[in-house]
């Protein structure tokens, strides 16, 4: 406290001497406000209500203004104003909602002036009117405002906010008749005071309770606005509707806000909760305060600025039971704590760096290294004269490396989050289209691996062609496998893959594809789909028999008895006798003559009869090398984990949600939570919301999944009495009325319900369209000009 700075600031003629100080109060305070020539500060509280002198060196005591042998809930003050007219004249709102005026210049012990009783819950807020004498208003917590006339024993005009509570109420400095009022449902309203019937304007300003506003001391249309969102924002009232112009994010619930005396854009909050410090914003730069004031121990209930055209000295009030002044300078600016250094990529590659400019000085001769495409574009803030803050070495230079236009096209992310298909359809047919998709711009890789998908969780079971040919030997005989399985439900494109080597004077090697009838057919119809758990038996099919019946079935006479089979004598094979059997010859000579056989084939196969043929010359290997459906999963894994690292999220989500069960298991749901953040991130980016919500609906994640079912609630108040509705029927249980009613045909309303934001009234969302094409005012007659967008 000895080191604090000591200030004099010049005000017509006056001057504010002052420094750091701050003294014990007897209870915690809930508001404090300032007199007019700033030489005294009154305090209030449930168990307080002193007024200080503010001098040089300290606070002194003056007045206890909590007198009376039994204590009276007319003193527990939830809020004081001191009048800027009258130096005599103050005013609290009460917790038993009484609200109380104080007159100082009474000889008396006793100061108190009036009471009102008119409100039947805890006043929040009163405020006296900045240049009427005897102009007071309040609001309450049962929803009302009263406009008072300290000459006359009652209010002389109520408004009703049609909501359960006001928090705070505020005259416009510059507009004689205005005054804004915040409320717990979000909503800021402004009235005339001279109209109390109906509210001129409402506009929804936070997600929640609105717990403070304040009009700027400058600029007539600016009203800054506090609430449980922890924001702060700037509205500009001069147009039709209500702008946001300046947000202002904090760290807690805003519980005060004031506009900084002098200073445009200057605003001091505090919290009502968790942070005990107050912030000073410039809400031109709304992520880093100018100015912090840590003094406090406890939550910060009340900051006013001492004087209205002074900016250098701040009046607060805590619950930790002490008033403090606090001097500019001796502040601590969290911007010298704030790291110079920045790097960030934008969506289309560009790369921006921002640095200390003495960096950037120091080497703004450098040359372009060959990596840039172009010659970095240079921006630098410079100092705004009228800034208070001059002495903070702000000053940052902003180096921006743009890429090619071309290079740094992300098109193609667009058109295949637009074009992929990852539900809805066969597992198949869901990969063929995305092959055929990444395929279409250029991605063949990507197109490989949707192939190679198809092929591995479609077509599992197939045995590869060596494992054939080893089992069938070089010289074996080429012939149509009398069997209980179909080749029908190979897939297309799968034949290329299952290749039998012929004999060395062969120039070439055909594919050959036989079913039962020895003829070539690919049917895609009969593929496993999206799901299922069983996999796609295409070689051996779906039989009941055992291994030796699989191979010793005749093809001629599927139901004839089986033979016995027994172990040969030789190891070889005796060569068959030549029977004449024609209708056997002419199906391998039809065969023979087919464009899939080579003639030396023909001529080999012509020669051996088919009753005499049985596959229990092929090992029983091919049976046995049939590769579980999990075989191939680590593989795909570390596909995915491949493309992920090489930030294609988009091919390792839409992967993960095609295959669903098939690879869940095979990555930790962290990486997989990690993925689904990072491509729904980029599909907001890129304005793609339905995309987005479908992969959120179609996630294999469970924190995924409850994304679309967070921050969305709906309040719906009754249409007659204003209050909120409390079950979900269509009955009000306040007034008893049927709340959705369709101001047109005046049903109730049980589908798709539209109504005005601004006179509450509705119907269905049809015949309020019809009704707006030929007027604009409100169908239910209240007179509102309503409008449909």
């Not at 014990?24 to 700033?38: E, Q």
């Not at 993925?675 to 992969?695: C, G, P």
Request: glycine share 6%.
């Amino acid at each position: 406290m000895e080191k604090m700075a000591r200030v004099t600031t010049a005000l017509g003629g006056n001057a504010l001497t002052g420094r750091t100080m701050f003294c014990h109060l007897d209870a915690p305070a809930n508001a404090i406000s300032v007199c007019r020539d700033a030489a005294q500060v009154v305090v209030a509280g449930r168990n307080i209500f002193k007024i200080y002198s503010i001098e040089e060196e300290q606070f002194v005591e003056k007045l206890n203004l909590r007198v009376g042998r039994k204590p009276s809930l007319n003193f527990s003050c939830a809020d004081v104003v001191w009048h800027q007219m009258d130096e005599n004249l103050l005013a609290t709102a009460a917790t038993n909602g009484v609200v109380v005026t104080w007159n100082l210049g009474k000889p008396s012990r006793n100061k108190q002036d009036q009471l009102f009783t008119e409100h039947k819950r805890t006043v929040n807020k009163v405020c006296f009117h900045p240049t009427e004498v005897y102009m007071l208003l309040s609001g309450s917590q049962d929803g009302f405002m009263k406009c008072f006339d300290l000459r006359k024993k009652d209010s002389v005009s109520t408004f009703s906010g049609q909501s359960e509570s006001v928090r705070d109420v505020q005259f416009s400095i510059r507009d004689y008749f205005t005054f804004a009022a915040t409320f717990e449902n979000g909503n800021v309203q402004l009235w005339d005071i001279r109209r109390p019937d109906r509210y001129e304007r409402m506009f929804t300003a936070h997600n929640g309770p609105v717990f403070c506003c304040d009009w700027h001391p400058e600029d007539r249309g600016w009203l800054a606005t506090g609430g449980r969102d922890k924001m702060v924002k700037v509205w500009d009232m001069n147009t039709t509707r209500a702008k946001e112009i300046y947000c202002v994010q904090t760290i807690a619930s805003v519980a005060r806000v004031k506009w900084r005396p002098e200073c445009k854009h200057h605003i001091a909050t505090c919290s009502m909760m968790v942070d005990h410090n107050i912030y000073v914003w410039d809400v031109r730069r709304p992520f880093i305060p100018s100015a912090m004031f840590e003094e406090h121990k406890d939550v910060t209930t009340g900051i006013v600025w001492r004087h209205l055209h002074d900016p250098y000295f701040l009046l607060s009030g805590s619950k930790d039971s002490t008033l403090y002044q606090h001097i500019f300078k001796d502040a601590s600016q969290p911007i010298d704590r704030a790291n110079p250094e920045g790097l960030c990529y934008s969506l289309y590659g560009d790369l921006a760096f921002a640095a200390k400019e003495s960096l950037i000085s120091s080497d703004s001769n450098r040359k372009p290294y060959i990596g840039d495409r172009r010659h970095p574009i240079f921006f630098k803030r410079k100092l705004d004269p009228t800034e208070q803050f001059e002495y903070i070495s702000s000053s940052s230079a902003l180096s921006v490396f743009e890429t090619d236009v071309e290079s740094g096209s992300m098109d193609w992310f667009v058109h295949t989050a637009k074009q992929y298909a990852l539900a809805g359809r066969p597992l198949a047919e869901l990969c063929d289209h995305n092959a055929k998709v990444a395929k279409g711009l250029d991605r063949n890789q990507v197109a490989q691996t949707w192939t190679m998908l198809r092929i591995i969780y479609s077509s599992l079971g197939t045995v590869s062609s060596t494992n054939l040919n080893h089992s069938m030997g070089k010289g074996s005989t080429a012939l149509p496998l009398m069997n209980s399985f179909n080749l029908k439900d190979i897939p297309a494109g799968l034949g290329s893959e299952s290749r039998l080597d012929r004999s060395k004077g062969e120039s070439r090697t055909e594919n050959i594809l036989m079913d039962s009838s020895s003829t070539l057919i690919n049917n895609e119809d009969n593929e496993e789909t999206e799901g299922s758990d069983v996999p796609a038996d295409y070689l051996l099919g779906d039989v009941e028999a055992d291994e030796d019946d699989l191979y010793m079935m005749d093809h001629e006479n599927p139901h004839a008895e089986e033979q016995e089979y027994s172990l040969p004598q030789e190891a070889f094979p005796l060569r068959h006798e030549i029977v004449d059997n024609p209708s056997a010859l002419d199906h391998l000579q039809d065969k023979a003559d087919s464009p899939h056989v080579s003639g030396n084939e023909a001529e080999t196969v012509s020669l051996t009869p088919v009753e005499s043929f049985s596959l229990i010359s092929i090992s029983h290997s091919l049976y046995e090398n049939r590769l579980p459906s999990d075989f191939f999963n680590p593989i795909v894994r570390d596909t995915l984990l491949f493309y992920a690292e090489q930030g294609d999220v988009q091919t390792a989500v839409s992967v993960l949600i095609v295959l669903g069960e098939r690879i869940r298991k095979e990555i930790d749901e962290q990486t997989q939570e990690h993925w689904y953040t990072s491509y729904i991130d980029l599909l907001q980016r890129f304005q793609l919301w339905n995309i987005s919500n479908e992969v959120i609906k179609l996630s294999t994640c469970r924190a995924i999944n409850c994304l679309n079912q967070a921050s969305t609630t709906l309040h719906v108040n009754c249409s007659n009495c204003k209050r909120p509705m409390s079950n979900r029927g269509w009955i009000c249980d306040r007034c008893r009325q049927c709340a959705s009613m369709c101001a047109v045909c005046h049903h109730v309303v049980k589908g798709l319900f539209v109504w005005c934001q601004g006179c509450s009234h509705g119907g269905h969302l049809q015949h309020i369209m019809k009704w707006l094409e030929t007027s604009s005012h409100c169908p239910a007659g209240c007179g509102h000009l309503c409008e449909y967008t």
